[in-house]
């Protein structure tokens, strides 16, 4: 098992920038495919973007296309989502996932507690 923990989550006005985090521990990440979700209030969680074990490949839903981009430090076990031009509708809470070949989509089995990303208009 690894533990993730997100952090970099807050309250951003429209159009403003804020940088996800998630730290793993346990296990070293190499090996794990790792994505981000979100909830928001009343819906169901929905995959944000994902990217492979080695960073190689990465996945982009089309709601944050352009405006997020994912990446990751193997070598110091952190995972990042970078989130710009920031929009209302993007208020959620934001969880970091991770899983052992379940790039982009498949069942992760790893979560953290996610982290309040609050947009105002």
């Known amino acids: 098992q690894v533990q993730l923990v997100e952090s970099g989550g807050g309250l951003v006005q429209a159009g403003g920038s804020l940088r996800l985090s998630c730290e793993a521990s346990?296990?070293?990440?190499?090996?794990?495919?790792m994505a981000w979700f979100r909830q928001a209030p009343g819906k169901e969680r929905e995959l944000v973007s994902a990217i492979s074990a080695s960073g190689g490949r990465t996945h982009v839903e089309d709601s944050v296309k352009g405006r997020f981009t994912i990446s990751r430090d193997n070598a110091k076990n952190l995972g990042y989502l970078q989130m710009d031009s920031l929009r209302p509708e993007d208020t959620a809470v934001y969880y970091c996932?991770?899983?052992?070949?379940?790039?982009?989509?498949?069942?992760?089995?790893?979560w953290g507690q996610g982290t309040q990303v609050t947009v105002s208009s």
């Open positions: 346990g296990r070293t990440l190499t090996w794990y495919d």
């Open positions: 996932a991770a899983g052992i070949g379940v790039y982009p989509a498949g069942h992760y089995r790893n």
